[in-house]
């Protein structure tokens, strides 16, 4: 499997990349909000990890253009964010995204887990 992660704190893909690695998995690294989708275009990968705060853009306007672009909008986008406010949380579900991950509720091998449950369905 092959994700991408869409995350501005370097120490996070780090923790993230050797969890999958360690997985069989790879993981491919996108650190601003800009140009994710020519990146997904690029890597095809089988899920995004997705922040919510990113620079020069948001995680969620990032997955609403996700969706709105049917040659990557089936792919399982999955937020990651320390923001999951009511709100954010239904915006995100509401506008596509597979799951919502509280990055200070988990351990990187359960985003590891849960990332397979999602794409293996």
Known sequence: ???LLVEDDESLYNLYSTEFDLSGHSVAWHKVGTGVIDRIKEEKPDAVLLDIMLPEKTGLEILKDIKADSTVNKIPIIMLTNFGTQDNVHEAIENGAEDFIMKHNV?????VEKVLSIVNG
């Open 1 to 3: 499997m092959h994700i």
């Open 107 to 111: 351990v990187p091998e359960e985003i």
